[in-house]
């Protein structure tokens, strides 16, 4: 008998009939002799319904009260599905994310777990039933309802898999499994059948938009096997472990690409310490989600920095940046939001050298032009033109061997 | 400074801009120096679509579980109550039936209250802020959310008044008040500046569709101060309280009507000790509810028990009655769906002989034909024919000179 974590995301559960047929699939799990603990998200479109209609009657949107009212989505989802096991003879009672003992800090709307102290939930398979427990929700230490963020359903699904010790955390959502590129966009994409947390944890970091990060890393941290499956199919997904180092490694797993950042230079930076430190500061200060930087090496003194930022923050981005050049006396700021981040990922990238080289080659070869470069030991990535980014990620997933057999 | 319980229902807060309107109301009475709770309703249709859903997913309908969708709806009410009044540069917090306090029985749907310790609503008021109370909502002996039921929100107002201390208890609805009868079956129908909760649970208990029952009874139970008022019009409405015993009573304050119940009767029963009993027995361990019961004198040994039970629950009454009388050795049964039941209700009928001949004549001139009677001490009911139901209001309304001036 194994303890399993069953998690299923909005579409999962988006309409009655799916919600019955996720219950008949946990209804089979249990008959199958495991037990079972559901995480469920609100209903589809649920969340953005709510949101519209705070936006109706406020233009404040006082957090405490954004989570009072966000929470009432996934409480829907996690007592209709309940219903729905009592119809299928499988005792099932809903837990709110307070009810289920996650103790976060007070910042709503994006709380952060503290503790996760899920007695009633194991009182509750103790005595033969099936805990449903509304994702990212949370109780704070100043007893108020908390929300840990959109997609934190999955951390709510890993925590609690680490805190009962669960066998595995499943995680359902509306695709096979994590692929070797977007399937969207190239149609041999690769299911994975394993894929290590540091490799997912670089590929969700640079485009791949399931599972959430944030839930990766927790289970990267705790040692969480995570499942990535489809609740439409049924089938094997894809399995999210610690690498087995007794394995080869493929050389690269996977090609990512990510179209939602600008990029932005600030050109002629006098090279002298703390320069950079002042400019990100600023940006932090202002809220501007910076990911991708890079500085050339200095040439008579000065330099380029250059770096990306999320579409919805470019212009205050750009506004703070002309402030600062004239500050520090740089030449100017310059920014492009039709760039695309094309991101090469492999754990066996560490022992195999020449991987950015074969990048740099493949790009070369279909007459794509390298705006920007950065690495990790386990990741190359390079922004291009926007326009340019399929054909770049079709190219390196053939040229990288990822395309199915 | 007063300490104000103000309760708005579903139609008061049904659409956003609905929403704004009360938080401009709640505003104007915070400005005005007075300090305030509020609770609400879920918006308009939102607990009949949570029905809905909850009918498609389930057969079942487990009652912990309708609990936990049901209070979704307050939920989003309250919240956006909130940012509404936040945005009027009103601070508020919202707070779910557990959170306010509300102590249940664990009868799923239908919850009694068995305690109210509203510590944390007194601290929002003590820190200057309107807390915003979910309404028909708490939470078990067993730690489970429950519902207190359709129209518990006003009971939640007048428990929370009670216990509070409040000043006041205003029930804010969709009518401007309680009225002499039915409006909308006589236009010349007089909303009353008073009533005594006497006459109001008479009212209640006999057709008059607000405030529900249940909370009057509280109010009565603990001197809560009631105000039946409009949230569309905002002018004052119809204040409940004790009788004044210095003031003259009106001889009939109100007539009404109610067509939500059929006749039945059990004829030629044998006139024993325990008959009685035993068909009401019987019935009540149906779940038929039985409202207005008469039994006429003996005649030959044998009598008829007539009674009336909701249009829902006829078929079932009426099988159970056919099974009965034949055990019994009574003649059989009739029944007749298309009965009204009209009353009117006076405390000063106590003082004064004479009303249900003046309601009898009253009828007869008209022509409409009695086919039961029953009494308290200030009522008196007739059931008549339901296509006749129309012209005795308007008729009794008038003679008993209820009517505007």
Known sequence: ???????????????????????????????????VVVVVSAMGKETDGLLRLAADVSSTLPGREMDMLITAGERKAMALMCMALHDRGVPADSFTGSQAGFLTDTTHQNAKILAVRPDRIRAALDAGRVPVVGGSQGVSTENDVTFLGRGGSDTTAVALAHALAADACELYTD????????????????????????????????GCPKPAMRSVEYARTHGVRLHVRSAFTWQEGTWVDEEDPDMEQAIISAVTHDTSEAKMTISGVP???????????????LEVNVDMIVQNVSDKGVTDISFTVPHSDLDRAVAAGETIAAEIGALGVTSDPSIARISVIGAGMRSNPGVAATMFETLAACGVNIQMISTSSIRVSCVVAEEEAEEAVIALHESFGLSEA
Chains 1, 2 share one sequence.
Do not use: C, N, Y
């Not at 047929?21 to 037990?35: K, N, Y």
């Not at 096979?176 to 670089?202: I, Y």
């Open 1 to 35: 008998m194994a303890l399993l974590v069953q998690k299923f995301g909005g579409t999962s559960v988006g309409e009655p009939d799916r919600i019955r047929a996720v219950a008949d699939h946990v209804a089979r799990t249990v008959r199958h002799g495991d037990q």
């Open 175 to 206: 695709v096979t499994g994590v692929f070797t590129t977007d399937p969207r966009l190239v149609p041999t994409a690769r299911r994975m059948a394993k894929v290590s947390f540091d490799e997912l944890l670089e590929m969700t970091a640079t």
């Open 271 to 285: 090279d002298q310490p703390g320069v950079a430190a002042r400019v990100f500061r600023e940006l932090a200060d």
